[in-house]
């Protein structure tokens, strides 16, 4: 049923004037800005992405009054962390859908939770990670498919994190507000059961409802910092966000994620994404799908 219109966040900000002039992105300052972006963020920005850099950054300089990426610069090295925190938020790519590779979620339902009902029965807990989780689509997708695969007694203690290093895309996953149009992935029988769809007002928009919402934490996290959380979970998602490491700090990070995954774990990458070391913790069981193993042999 229709919620009221008053329910929906309408906090759009607002569109600044364009500038006359656009400034240009000189060498110096784009290495600077590289240099930045990859000790603190760990993203590898190519020769090639000079004119995306100088792209996202605009609307910051304009912001900010500045004519010059020399001034904003200056501005970086001066005040500190909350400016770095924005400078990446501008940098980072946040491109996601509902139900995005739809062969993860499928996975989920037949076999990853199935095996997690199995191999926790007596804690009757699971925990799920979703590290990249950009506005939030593909946590909530998880706690759908969740929902629909957990039985309804006794009760599981399910919970899923949810992760980023863009804080402005946390604040929108976590308002779980969508335009009805990024919701044409989601089948009619999941629009019915785990939407409110907006009136008045906010009509074309839906919310999550609170019985999945309720199943998702959101915060924002640093890959590359240390990592509040101590799991272990039975699946992590960390789809498309690797791409921007390189080699070493991929590695790093697989292990990482192995650390906290229990043995029979699973691990889900984006499709241009693989693990290509035959020694390590994880093996190929589906389509960019890994499961933790022991040993180097399958427990399973």
Known sequence: MPTPANEFATNAPATPAASTVAPVLGDKEFEFIRHVVGV???????PNKRQLVQGRLARRLRELGMQSYAAYCDFVRE??????????????TNVTAFFREKHHFDALASYMLPEALERNQ??????????????GEEAYCIAMVAAETLPAAPRWDLKILATDIDSNVISTAAQGVYPLERLSTVSEARLRRWFLKGSGEL???ARVRAQIAGLVTFRSLNLLHPWPMRGPFDVIFCRNTM???????????????ADL???????CLGHSESIHSA???FRLVGKTVYRKVTGGRDGG
């Not at 603190?40 to 190519?46: K, S």
């Not at 009757?124 to 979703?130: D, E, K, L």
């Not at 995954?261 to 691990?267: E, S, T």
Request: glycine share 12%; net charge positive.
């Open 79 to 92: 005040a500190g962390p909350e400016e770095l925190v924005r400078l990446i938020n501008a940098i980072t």
């Open 203 to 205: 009509a074309g928009y």
């Open 40 to 46: 603190n963020a760990g993203i590898v920005l190519g």
């Open 261 to 267: 995954l229990v043995d029979g774990g699973y691990l």
């Open 243 to 257: 791409i921007y490491f390189n080699q070493p700090t991929r590695e790093r990070l697989l292990e990482r994620f």
């Open 122 to 135: 007596a804690s009757r807990r699971i925990r799920i990670w979703s590290a990249g989780c950009s506005t």
């Open 279 to 281: 020694n390590g913790p």
